[in-house]
């Protein structure tokens, strides 16, 4: 066991005057199976690569144990795939390489197959098993579980569980709490790590959230009350001067020693009230700086004309001569939020591509309601670029409901002047599901849409999606999300 010390920890991009971190201070034992955990944007990746020494920063991180980052960069994914772990791993047993993927269900022929033949699950899997035969090293694993479906994730987390000595960005719930013993997270205003895995930590946080609510409620009251206090005693303290140069109403000279000291004592007493003021205001400006939250929204869809928008029955789907997927029947009615679940190659794109109109080669009987508007959120970002006033125009959406859902999901309004191509992959996909939710149509379509996006997020998408009801079709590996959300699920 050892220490990772972080002391004073300032930094900030070349050109921006907004800091990612500031005079932040925490240690990791190298122990530790860290889940690292905060809004997208808030520099977990950034912090990543200061451990790594990409960047010079302010303060001070000391560690006597090397970093190791996940994902690998593979360049040469024609190669064998024994050849990319060569280059990844110098030393190691054969028969460690095969311990690893025999933990990871990743039968050993794939070695002899080149890399880019694998699947996205094989390729997650392969390069795992390489990070974890560097020794002495402590690992930085940055979303893994991006592509994976259900069944991996499963796999790749009980795998994880069994190791330790790591940082493991993730945004799925359940992958979380099966492999992590700390939670290391970034807020608003402080970097906070607890003991426990996710379900604890969020736990902890909204019990806390729910504590300084009732705080700020209970300060709103006192600052009111006190403050009306400090105005009657000023109000008192003026009238009770004002008689020192008066007579009494029986005609005798007044006691200005006895008026004067009256009104100091009020006037201390009014000071005394404006300083319990402050000290009221000084507490209250400590709470709710944490807050995960923003104004409800409404978002409202399309009515059709009949209950059913499509139906499948007995659809099978083919690529040329391969069977992509066989007799899949069932229907999307108004209301429903249907998850497509499945392994990865079980058709599930496919379908997708099917109900949005694409030329797909099939068999059994498709059908789609005359005149059906679908908005449509794909796992691809890469096209997006310009500045969010410009988008909402060009997609026909009403830019201050579309902004209004992004500044749901935490985007500051400093984002909006950004351009979209350096946002973050988080963020992309929120400017993508804003998109959607914005627009006026039937049915939504999502494939992947959780695809680098933050917990709290995909929690907040949620609650809208359960709240307004949209009618939607969803292809998504986070169980949680789809435990939550789906009314049907449709398994391929």
Same mark, same amino acid.
């Given at each position: 066991?050892?220490?990772?010390?972080?002391?004073?920890?300032?930094?900030?991009?070349?050109?921006?005057?907004?800091?990612?971190?500031?005079?932040?201070?925490?240690?990791?034992?190298?122990?530790?199976?860290?889940?690292? !955990?905060?809004?997208?944007?808030?520099?977990? !990746?950034?912090?990543?690569?200061?451990?790594?020494?990409?960047?010079?920063?302010?303060?001070? #991180?000391? +560690?006597?144990?090397?970093?190791?980052?996940?994902? %690998?960069?593979?360049?040469?994914?024609?190669?064998?795939?024994?050849?990319?772990?060569?280059?990844?791993?110098?030393?190691?047993? @054969?028969?460690?390489?095969?311990?690893?993927?025999?933990?990871?269900?990743?039968?050993?022929?794939?070695?002899?197959?080149?890399?880019?033949?694998?699947?996205?699950?094989?390729?997650?899997? $392969?390069?795992? &098993?390489?990070?974890?035969?560097?020794?002495?090293?402590?690992?930085?694993?940055?979303?893994?579980?991006?592509?994976?479906?259900?069944? +991996?994730?499963?796999?790749?987390?009980?795998?994880?569980?069994?190791?330790?000595?790591?940082?493991? $960005?993730?945004?799925?719930? +359940?992958?979380?709490?099966?492999?992590?013993?700390?939670?290391?997270?970034?807020?608003?205003?402080? #970097?906070?790590?607890?003991?426990?895995?996710?379900?604890?930590?969020?736990?902890?946080?909204?019990?806390?959230?729910?504590?300084?609510?009732?705080?700020?409620?209970?300060?709103?009251?006192?600052?009111?009350?006190?403050?009306?206090?400090?105005?009657?005693?000023?109000?008192?303290? @003026?009238?009770?001067?004002? !008689?020192?140069?008066?007579?009494?109403?029986?005609?005798?000279?007044?006691?200005? *020693?006895?008026?004067? @000291?009256? &009104?100091?004592?009020?006037?201390?007493?009014?000071?005394?009230?404006?300083?319990?003021?402050?000290? +009221?205001?000084?507490?209250?400006?400590?709470?709710?700086?944490?807050?995960?939250?923003?104004?409800?929204?409404?978002?409202?869809?399309?009515?059709?004309?009949?209950? =059913?928008?499509?139906?499948?029955?007995?659809?099978?789907?083919?690529?040329?001569?391969?069977?992509?997927?066989?007799?899949?029947?069932?229907?999307?009615?108004?209301?429903?939020?249907?998850?497509?679940?499945? =392994?990865? *190659?079980?058709?599930?794109?496919?379908?997708?591509?099917?109900?949005?109109?694409?030329?797909?080669?099939?068999?059994?009987?498709?059908?789609? *309601?005359?005149?059906?508007?679908?908005?449509?959120?794909?796992?691809?970002?890469?096209?997006?670029?310009?500045?969010?006033?410009? %988008? &909402?125009?060009?997609?026909?959406?009403?830019?201050?409901? /579309?902004?209004?859902?992004?500044?749901?999901?935490?985007?500051?309004?400093?984002?909006?002047?950004?351009?979209?191509?350096? /946002?973050?992959?988080?963020?992309?996909?929120?400017?993508?599901?804003?998109?959607?939710?914005?627009?006026?149509?039937?049915?939504?379509?999502?494939?992947?849409?959780?695809? %680098?996006?933050? $917990?709290?997020?995909?929690?907040?998408?949620?609650?809208?999606?359960?709240?307004?009801?949209?009618?939607?079709?969803?292809?998504?590996?986070?169980?949680?999300?789809?435990?939550?959300? &789906?009314?049907?699920?449709?398994?391929?």
């Amino acid at each position: 066991m050892s220490l990772i010390q972080v002391t004073n920890l300032t930094f900030a991009y070349d050109g921006s005057y907004d800091y990612i971190f500031e005079d932040v201070n925490f240690q990791i034992d190298t122990d530790w199976k860290l889940g690292f !955990t905060g809004r997208n944007g808030r520099g977990k !990746t950034t912090f990543l690569n200061l451990l790594l020494g990409k960047y010079e920063y302010s303060g001070h #991180i000391s +560690a006597n144990v090397s970093f190791e980052y996940f994902p %690998f960069k593979v360049n040469n994914k024609g190669h064998n795939t024994i050849d990319i772990i060569n280059d990844i791993v110098a030393d190691y047993q @054969h028969w460690e390489l095969m311990r690893e993927l025999t933990l990871l269900k990743v039968s050993e022929d794939v070695l002899y197959r080149s890399f880019d033949s694998l699947s996205n699950g094989e390729q997650t899997k $392969v390069l795992l &098993a390489a990070l974890f035969l560097k020794e002495n090293s402590f690992l930085l694993i940055d979303e893994p579980t991006n592509h994976l479906d259900m069944k +991996a994730r499963k796999l790749v987390s009980a795998y994880l569980k069994s190791k330790s000595g790591f940082i493991l $960005v993730s945004h799925d719930r +359940a992958f979380l709490d099966n492999c992590v013993d700390h939670i290391l997270s970034i807020n608003k205003t402080n #970097i906070d790590i607890q003991r426990g895995d996710f379900s604890d930590w969020w736990e902890n946080k909204q019990r806390q959230d729910h504590y300084e609510l009732a705080e700020n409620e209970k300060l709103k009251k006192d600052i009111k009350r006190l403050s009306d206090s400090a105005k009657r005693t000023n109000d008192w303290s @003026h009238e009770v001067e004002k !008689t020192k140069n008066g007579t009494r109403n029986s005609g005798s000279k007044v006691d200005k *020693g006895y008026i004067g @000291h009256k &009104a100091a004592k009020m006037m201390k007493r009014s000071k005394s009230i404006e300083n319990r003021q402050q000290s +009221a205001l000084d507490e209250k400006s400590k709470l709710l700086r944490n807050m995960e939250s923003s104004d409800d929204l409404k978002i409202s869809q399309l009515a059709y004309h009949r209950n =059913q928008l499509a139906e499948l029955e007995n659809v099978s789907i083919y690529y040329g001569e391969k069977v992509v997927c066989q007799n899949v029947s069932f229907t999307i009615e108004q209301g429903e939020r249907i998850a497509l679940s499945g =392994q990865n *190659g079980s058709g599930k794109s496919s379908i997708i591509k099917l109900l949005c109109g694409q030329d797909i080669t099939y068999s059994g009987t498709f059908r789609k *309601g005359s005149q059906l508007q679908i908005s449509y959120v794909s796992q691809d970002t890469s096209h997006l670029q310009g500045n969010l006033t410009d %988008f &909402a125009k060009q997609n026909g959406i009403d830019e201050s409901l /579309f902004k209004a859902i992004l500044r749901k999901l935490d985007f500051a309004r400093v984002q909006f002047e950004k351009d979209i191509s350096a /946002f973050s992959g988080g963020q992309k996909k929120k400017v993508l599901i804003a998109k959607s939710l914005s627009q006026n149509v039937h049915l939504h379509i999502w494939d992947e849409p959780l695809n %680098f996006i933050d $917990v709290i997020s995909r929690m907040q998408i949620e609650e809208l999606l359960i709240q307004y009801a949209p009618t939607l079709l969803f292809v998504e590996h986070d169980a949680e999300f789809c435990h939550h959300v &789906a009314t049907k699920i449709i398994e391929l």
